[in-house]
């Protein structure tokens, strides 16, 4: 079964960094893509970043120049780097992933969610 294990939410000020790891584990063929949604409460679910296999990489307008996503194909894990937040940051923050469990499909797998406060 696979599962996506995020870490590294929490508190901070506003300017300050943080970085969000998510690891896939289980028995899977191959990933495709990975990425970090968020979500305030009441509002939808919102693309942070994304990348995929080749490394091509996509943002949210709102974090272009703040954010850095990365991966590392051989741990199967994806980070979000998070400089100069601000309170619009506050939102749970939720890893995404294209995996491939076997040859012929694909399906979007989901983390747990991390909290990330930002205070001014």
């Known amino acids: 079964q696979v599962r996506l294990l995020e870490s590294g939410g929490g508190l901070v000020q506003s300017g300050e960094s943080l970085r969000l790891s998510c690891e896939a584990s289980?028995?899977?063929?191959?990933?495709?893509?990975m990425a970090w949604y968020r979500q305030v409460p009441g509002n939808e679910r919102e693309l942070v970043a994304r990348?995929?296999?080749?490394?091509?990489?996509n943002y949210a307008d709102s974090v272009k120049g703040r954010f850095t996503i990365s991966s590392n194909i051989a741990s199967k894990t994806v980070y979000l780097q998070m400089d100069g937040l601000n309170p619009e940051d506050t939102a749970v923050y939720y890893c995404?992933?294209?995996?491939?469990?076997?040859?012929?499909?694909?399906?979007?797998?989901w983390g747990q969610g991390t909290q990330v406060t930002v205070s001014s």
């Open positions: 289980g028995g899977f063929l191959r990933i495709n893509s």
């Open positions: 995404n992933a294209n995996i491939a469990p076997r040859a012929g499909s694909f399906f979007y797998y």
């Open positions: 990348v995929n296999s080749a490394g091509t990489t």
